[in-house]
């Protein structure tokens, strides 16, 4: 029981030996102990920075105007990467988009995005004419997919207010149109 007394007693005396010296260090190197709290917002100046950012996209497909275009939103912390993937399906095969995507509020008022857009094709898989009657009867294996390959690649980083950027993309004579849009939601 004396022995535990005693470590305790040690273990005490020296966590305050260890914090007042880091004080002293503090002191003696001219640093104000209250600035170098965490308490302090990192976002002082510009407190909007600290909000998230809402980034939305879009997908046209510009040959069939008629087709709804595929759309999506997400909401998330400055900086972070955002990994977003859509698949249109056609005569063809499929195209599918991949957009990596980070927003991040910029001098200003102004909102960077930094993007890199991928777009791959897979072709439909050939299928005989028997294979083809099976499939449509019910009684025979769906047609399948192809390799993917990658047809188009983009990647830019703007910035501004009110932000939008758009990139066409044409895969084997099929226009497309990306659409990205990023704003803060500060209140």
Not at 46 to 61: F, G, M, Q, T
Not at 66 to 95: C, F, K, M, N, Y
Not at 131 to 144: C, I, M, N
Not at 148 to 175: H, K, Y
């Amino acid at each position: 029981m004396m022995s535990s007394r005693r470590f305790l007693i040690f273990g005490l005396s020296l966590s305050s030996f260890a914090l007042s010296d880091a004080r002293a260090a503090d002191h003696v190197a001219g640093v104000d102990s209250s600035s170098s709290s965490l308490a302090i917002s990192m976002f002082e100046e510009e407190p909007e920075a600290a909000w998230p950012l809402e980034v939305e996209w879009e997908i046209l497909d510009l040959a069939r105007p008629g087709l709804v275009p595929r759309r999506g939103r997400v909401v998330a912390d400055g900086g972070r990467e955002t990994r977003l993937t859509e698949s249109i399906h056609h005569s063809r095969g499929q195209d599918t988009f991949s957009l990596r995507v980070a927003a991040r509020h910029h001098a200003r008022h102004q909102t960077e995005l930094e993007y890199r857009l991928q777009v791959s094709r897979a072709e439909w898989a050939t299928l005989s004419f028997d294979g083809y009657f099976k499939h449509r009867l019910g009684v025979g294996p769906a047609p399948t997919l192809g390799e993917s390959t990658l047809r188009a690649s983009r990647a830019d980083i703007v910035a501004g207010s009110d932000l939008v950027a758009e990139q066409e993309v044409e895969i084997d004579g099929v226009p497309y149109l990306v659409r990205i849009r990023a704003r803060s939601l500060a209140g």
